[in-house]
């Protein structure tokens, strides 16, 4: 029982955190990664180039993401090295859609006069209601770590954002942004041994 207790109030505050930020981020659990004593690593896929010279913000992406993923895991002792590898880092890009709230996220809101007493909907709650409801443009990065030698998973993060500007092409504010991102979602993951 004290585990679910501590399980659901850590889920409320990684919430919290996530809603204060923008960013939602799942890491999975890190035993397999931990149980694998790994020190080396390298990228699956080659960085992306934009020979057409893309709007796409993948390209934009990219780059930044594999910088900040580099530092985030040289700063835990994990070093680059394509000959010594032990697990491959790699990522998914993909832009999706939320309908109202964010995801595993529900809401006590209710535009409906109630009975009891001093909780009836005030105009601010009514007010955000309605800013986070309608559909709302993310982008998803999944990053995932394969073990060399059997090729299977041993760790994945699903990094969410919110865009509130899908014609935005600032980007300092993408930069921070993943910076932010690679630092929450790798939180969680061991120093290397």
Request: aromatic residues 8%.
């Amino acid at each position: 029982m004290r585990s679910i207790l501590t399980f659901a109030a850590s889920l409320i505050v990684s919430l919290g955190l996530a809603a204060c930020s923008g960013i939602e981020t799942e890491p999975a659990a890190t035993d397999t990664f931990a149980a694998g004593n790994y020190h080396y690593y390298r990228w699956r896929s080659q960085p992306m180039v934009n020979t057409i010279n893309s709007a796409d913000p993948i390209y934009t992406l990219d780059p930044i993401l594999r910088k900040e993923l580099d530092a985030s895991l040289a700063e835990k002792g994990y070093i680059l090295d394509q000959e010594r590898a032990q697990f491959s880092v790699d990522y998914i890009f993909a832009e999706g859609l939320l309908m109202g709230e964010r995801s595993r996220s529900g809401s006590n809101l209710s535009t409906h006069p109630g009975a009891v007493i001093n909780r009836n909907t005030d105009q601010a709650a009514a007010d955000n209601a309605y800013a986070l409801g309608g559909v709302k443009e993310t982008r998803n990065i999944g990053i995932q770590f394969n073990d060399i030698t059997s090729n299977e998973e041993v760790w994945r993060v699903v990094i969410t954002k919110i865009i509130d500007d899908v014609n935005s092409t600032d980007t300092s504010k993408m930069d921070k942004n993943t910076i932010k991102a690679v630092k929450n979602a790798t939180k969680t993951l061991p120093a290397a041994s």
